[in-house]
């Protein structure tokens, strides 16, 4: 949601918004609103760019213009369409977690209303990334993906999350994740389009293989095979 909830803040403020939304994300990584201010207070410059970029892009100026939002009422359809669509894909990842695309914070403490869409659309769209690259909602998927989201975004809060996030890694849980995933991830997030100037939306009923090789998809390798005896 983008709207007039917005506030303006001082430099000062945004610096004890971000300290504060850190160290309570820190303590409880379930709190999407901490999470999401971090990302608006630490993250103009890195929307200032993407912002660019969409804009000269031509998929990321239809969307600009038209500004879609991922809500029930937008994305219910994907839950009707072929098996095999990409649309079909994110209805079953959605469905099968329980999860809502209208759960989503809402933009607070960006100075425009266009960047207050550039910050929306991000986080509106993580869930088809989840879609497209096969990652789950575990802590494990969800420090992947923002090792992405840093790639395409270059937003500090992405990888302030993986730091936070592999710090409550077990030794053999964050050994796996800097091995296996981790430099996969970083090879995905370079390889890929500009996954912030694609219009998800009009794409739904494109095969999801189609798709994921058309925007340099690489999906997420399977766990390795633990030892004999492990």
């Known amino acids: 949601m983008v709207g007039s909830a917005r506030v303006q803040l001082n430099l000062w403020q945004q610096a004890a918004v971000a300290l504060g939304s850190a160290v ?4 409880d990584p379930r709190r999407a609103d901490l999470i999401a201010a971090l ?8 929307f200032e760019r993407v912002l660019a970029r969409m804009k000269s892009s031509p998929e990321g100026r239809a ?24 649309g079909a894909a ?7 977690r329980n999860f809502s695309p209208d759960d989503r914070p809402p933009v ?4 425009t209303e266009e960047l207050a869409y550039v910050a929306m659309r991000a986080r509106e769209v993580h869930d088809f990334w989840h879609t497209l690259f096969g990652l789950p909602t575990n802590l494990m998927g969800e420090s992947a993906l923002k090792v992405i989201e840093f790639e395409q ?3 500090p809060m992405c990888m302030m999350s993986v730091v936070g996030g592999t710090a409550r890694f077990s030794a053999k849980q ?13 090879r995905a997030g370079m ?3 500009d996954l912030m100037c694609i219009y998800y939306e009009k794409h739904f009923h494109d095969d999801l293989e189609a798709v994921r090789r058309r925007w340099g998809i690489t999906p997420a390798p399977p766990p390795p095979p633990r030892p004999n005896g492990a």
């Open 191 to 193: 390889q890929s389009t």
């Open 90 to 96: 994110y209805a079953k990842f959605m469905g099968s």
């Open 24 to 27: 309570g994300a820190l303590l």
């Open 39 to 46: 990302g608006e207070t630490t993250g103009k410059p890195a």
């Open 174 to 186: 964050r050994s796996l994740f800097y091995q296996h995933y981790f430099p996969w991830a970083l």
């Open 63 to 86: 969307i600009l213009l038209e500004r879609p939002c991922v809500i029930s009422a937008n994305v219910g359809h994907a839950w009707d369409l072929p098996e095999n669509s990409f």
């Open 153 to 155: 975004m270059l937003l």
């Open 108 to 111: 607070r403490f960006m100075e």
